[in-house]
Every structure is written in structure tokens, then in C-alpha cells.
């Protein structure tokens, strides 16, 4: 599981339960839990009203672990899943363009 706090921009990367997830409750938190990158966009959309394109196949298919609970936007949580993966993103004219690190 990667955390990552956007106040102190620290990153950490810990073992995942699913009990963390049960935990943390409420109706803010957002939960990938082993989901396709593809998975989640859609999720995203859904949720942010959002259009995303993903550009390579292969990072579609790419697995997360994520959980946000302080409000994040759509950045933040782009931001935080490209930290630590093989995922790059950029936002132009309200599109959100996922492709691979070259």
C-alpha cells in the first residue's frame, strides 16, 4: 500500500490489509484495492465527472492498492498512484492522459 500525505509530501509504502480498509469508514474515503488502472479511471469518472484517456494497453492492466480519506482531488490521486509505478499523467483541455514512463 502506498500513503501518501499531501501536507508533508511524504510517501510510505507498507504491507495492505483489508482490515485497514474496514477501518477507516466513512463516506469520503476512496478504495482501490488490487484494482485495474482501467478499473479505477472508470471509477474515477464516475465519481468526478471526469474524462480519462488511458493511451497504453498495457497500463490499463496495471494493479493498485490506494486509499484516500482526506478529500483528494483527481490530481492528487494521479499524482500519488504515479509516484511509485510505471504510470505518468497529464491534464489538458479537462481530458486527464494516463501513458507509461518512457
Known amino acids: 500500500m502506498v500513503q501518501y500525505d499531501k501536507v508533508s509530501g511524504v ?3 507498507s504491507r495492505y490489509s ?3 480498509a474496514e477501518s477507516l ?11 485495474r488502472l482501467s478499473d479505477i479511471a472508470s ?17 490499463a492492466g496495471s494493479r493498485y492498492f490506494a486509499i484516500f480519506k482526506h478529500g483528494e482531488t483527481i490530481s ?3 499524482t500519488a498512484l504515479s509516484r ?3 504510470m505518468q499523467w497529464e ?3 479537462g481530458v486527464f492522459y ?4 518512457h
Open 84 to 86: 511509485n509505478s510505471n
Open 25 to 35: 469508514g466513512g463516506g469520503s474515503v476512496i478504495c482501490f484495492n488490487n484494482l
Open 43 to 59: 471509477d474515477l469518472e464516475r465519481r468526478f465527472g471526469a474524462q480519462i484517456v488511458l493511451s497504453d494497453p498495457d497500463i
Open 98 to 101: 494516463i501513458t507509461a514512463k
Open 76 to 78: 492528487d490521486i494521479f
Open 18 to 20: 483489508e482490515d485497514m
Open 11 to 13: 510517501t510510505d509504502i
Open 91 to 93: 491534464q489538458r483541455g
